[in-house]
């Protein structure tokens, strides 16, 4: 009988560990995120739950950022949401008409009564998830802005002493590049729209559409085709595409191995491909902010953020909203925050995490990475540099993108090329619109 006592004992053990694993409120997080990125996604959820006991987030990868919402709607649809869905800020609007499908942050944190201010993020990042009255409706994440990566070796072998800050000077340094053996490629960016159209104009603070770019109603109109400076840039794309001093590299992310590879050794992407570029560039680089034209009045304004939110899912018991709110009050506090900014390229989306990073010496070791955050707090963001919330935004960059490819092969004119992006983007708007109602 004496041996009897400890197994007793180990079971009335295990019945307690599985009681409280049972007690536990799961939370579940859909994101996009693959890779590296992926895995640190798990290391934030996994830390949460190490740091208490009555929670459990549970992350779910469900593919690409239009996969993961399109998931999520279809799940909400069918009764088996998550409780948080990361979306990329070109859903935004999708998101803010689906009504009843979400729980806006400000009201779940004050529910929960966690300690949240929405003036201690970064207002280019809250101005975008944020209604006009400034309730932020989704929680900032993982925001990311253009910045222009520059392969240093190549500058150095072409005569060129510094990195070009404006698009004159990125022209020219180009030029330069070609004829020292980059005959393939000078100059170039990824995601065509998001670099060219949507943070050109707010870089030279150019209207993209009225009502404040979408922010302040769906019944916005594009203008960007009746900006000189876009009209501008986009004919020196063209002009400059004739002999490869500048290539045109798609319409997503799918041409950033250009840089890496050596082959194109200026190029405007995410901030975020930092991790990237740190894993796979072998040669000197740096980041410098995006070129501006120096004749354009007010420039440079502001950039804009890309990435994504984490949008609170409706219809869900009060008690796991409570451990939500918990959840994102542990995601947005400095320590958690500069970490990841760091590992990964995106902003960290509060001063306090801009301020712990810089405590730690890391902006001294890599100075590239803090061009984002001096880029997106420029100056105080304009109507037009806040952001811009467009219905059917995924669909309209396709529509985009190919009037400007039209432009970049020849086949019609840059003003006619543009006035057709967006005759036919209004188009789209409006549908948006009909449903949105």
């Not at 019945?15 to 640190?40: C, P």
């Not at 740190?278 to 804009?304: C, E, H, L, R, W």
């Amino acid at each position: 009988m004496g041996s009897l006592k400890p197994i007793l004992f180990g079971t009335a053990l295990l019945t307690a560990t599985s009681l409280q694993a049972a007690a536990q409120v799961e939370i579940q997080w859909w994101h996009a995120m693959s890779g590296a990125n992926g895995d640190r996604i798990v290391k934030i959820a996994n830390d949460f739950n190490a740091s208490q006991s009555e929670y459990k987030v549970v992350p779910t990868f469900k593919g690409s950022y239009a996969d993961t919402m399109n998931a999520g709607i279809a799940a909400f649809r069918a009764g088996g949401a998550p409780h948080v869905l990361q979306v990329f800020e070109v859903g935004t609007a999708t998101m803010m008409a689906a009504k009843g499908a979400i729980k806006p942050v400000h009201e779940l944190m004050k529910e929960a009564g966690e300690p949240f201010d929405a003036k201690s993020y970064l207002p280019a990042v809250t101005g975008y998830y944020s209604t006009s009255k400034g309730d932020m409706l989704s929680f900032p994440f993982n925001s990311s802005t253009v910045v222009m990566w520059v392969n240093r070796d190549a500058l150095k072998k072409a005569g060129i002493d510094k990195i070009p800050a404006t698009w004159p000077e990125t022209f020219d340094a180009a030029t330069k590049l070609q004829a020292a053996g980059w005959d393939k490629c000078g100059v170039s960016t990824a995601w065509v729209t998001w670099v060219n159209l949507e943070n050109f104009t707010a870089w030279h603070n150019q209207q993209l559409s009225t009502k404040a770019n979408g922010l302040d109603g769906f019944d916005t109109e594009l203008t960007f085709n009746k900006s000189p400076a876009v009209v501008k840039h986009f004919e020196n794309l063209v002009k400059y595409q004739k002999d490869k001093i500048f290539d045109y590299a798609g319409r997503t992310n799918q041409g950033e191995g250009r840089f890496t590879s050596g082959e194109c050794p200026l190029f405007l992407t995410s901030s975020a491909f930092y991790g990237n570029v740190k894993a796979n560039a072998k040669f000197d680089y740096t980041a410098g902010p995006m070129p501006y034209y120096p004749d354009v009045a007010g420039a440079p304004q502001n950039s804009i953020i890309g990435g994504a939110s984490l949008w609170v899912m409706g219809g869900k018991p009060a008690a796991e909203y409570k451990g939500v709110a918990k959840f994102l009050t542990y995601l947005s506090s400095p320590a958690v925050q500069a970490w990841w900014s760091q590992e990964t390229g995106y902003l960290p989306i509060t001063p306090a995490a801009y301020e712990y990073s810089k405590k730690q010496g890391f902006f001294d070791k890599v100075p590239a990475a803090e061009i984002a955050i001096k880029e997106i707090t420029n100056k105080e963001p304009t109507t037009n540099s806040r952001g811009l919330r467009l219905g059917n935004l995924v669909q309209i960059r396709d529509v985009w993108a190919e009037e400007i490819e039209q432009a970049l092969t020849g086949k019609k004119s840059v003003q006619a090329a543009l006035d057709a992006a967006a005759e036919r983007g209004n188009q789209m708007l409006r549908q948006f619109e009909r449903t949105a109602k």
